[in-house]
């Protein structure tokens, strides 16, 4: 049977159109890991480590690219009104994501509709650190040094509303006492303004913080999260130290622009579990940094999002801190 040529000319145009249809392999060309920090802190190394592992699963390059300042605003936007194909992603802290909404006007980005959650990656867990020219040797003497001196003490933080703004902003409302909050581009700024003396305290993981602890260049008034650090058995919790309800956590996680196809959610996030697994990424850049694996799926991370943005919009409040 003779096929009519239009028959054949609407078959030839046919099968472009279905092959356009198809997705393409994932990835097929460089894919691109914002880092809304500067680089040199734990998040940071944490997505090198994370990029190295990609690349070898991935066979394609996989850079980080940093983009800190703004309160993480334009490194995040860039995600968001990325193409949703998988090759730029997201890896951020918690005041992306869940702070930010509460405490910009006219935030450029939604990061419930924008951005379409990948996987959570670990909790961090914090220590109260001081310089030692503040004298107190643990929380209550914290509380009295800034009690008799109003306004004197300041703390460093990484950004508006991250958790030593949060923290501190708690523990000043809880304790009717009065700091002064110094926000500086990223955590290691933070931490090395401490060390200078440019502001008295901060928060930081034990990463961050341990090797000044042991050279006595910083000093440690409580940790953080349920136990205390193996690596610092003597520094107190903070529910020892009788805070328990000021919880200086944060999380990492990963994300993707908005409209990325489930399927290739589900790809990343469980190559990403793979990478977090694996021991060298344990050994060298998880257990020293007291990090606790989180490396939820898409969904599972969906609905913490939408817990954890209720949480900060309480603690926002409770600390008195007013949008921008």
């Not at 703004?70 to 860039?78: E, I, R």
């Not at 030692?132 to 800034?146: H, K």
Request: charged share 15%; hydrophobic share 45%.
């Amino acid at each position: 049977m003779r096929i009519p040529r239009r028959t054949l000319l609407a078959a030839g145009l046919a099968a472009p159109l279905v092959a356009r249809a198809q997705p393409a392999e994932f990835p097929n060309r460089q894919v691109r890991i914002v880092v809304p920090f500067p680089p040199g802190g734990g998040l940071d190394a944490l997505a090198r480590a994370l990029a190295d592992r990609l690349q070898l699963a991935w066979r394609q390059p996989v850079v980080v690219d940093n983009r800190p300042g703004g309160s993480t605003v334009p490194g995040t936007d860039l995600v968001a009104k990325a193409a949703p194909d998988g090759h730029t992603l997201l890896i951020t802290a918690d005041n992306s994501i869940t702070a930010n909404p509460h405490l910009i006007r006219n935030l450029p980005y939604d990061p419930m509709k924008d951005l379409a959650p990948v996987s959570l990656l670990v909790d961090v867990h914090q220590m109260v650190l001081v310089h030692p020219s503040v004298g107190a040797q643990d929380m209550a003497g914290l509380v009295a040094a800034a009690r008799a001196a109003p306004g004197r003490l300041n703390f460093g933080s990484y950004g508006n509303a991250s958790q030593p703004h949060l923290c501190f902003g708690a523990l000043m409302a809880r304790e009717r006492i009065e700091m002064v909050h110094v926000p500086y581009r990223g955590l290691t700024p933070a931490v090395l303004a401490t060390l200078a003396g440019e502001v008295q305290m901060t928060l930081a993981g034990i990463a961050s913080g341990a090797t000044h602890i042991r050279a006595g260049t910083l000093r440690a008034l409580a940790v953080g999260k349920p136990t205390r650090f193996a690596a610092l058995p003597d520094v107190p919790t903070l529910a020892e130290a009788g805070f328990d309800d000021i919880d200086p956590r944060t999380w990492f996680g990963a994300f993707a622009p908005a409209g990325t196809p489930p399927a290739l959610l589900a790809r990343i996030q469980r190559d990403i579990a793979t990478a977090m697994a694996d021991p060298a990424v344990e050994q060298r850049h998880l257990a020293p940094s007291g990090y606790t694996v989180h490396a939820a799926t898409p969904e599972a991370t969906a609905e913490f999002l939408r817990q954890d943005l209720a949480y900060k919009a309480r603690l926002i409040q409770a600390a008195g801190i007013t949008p921008d």
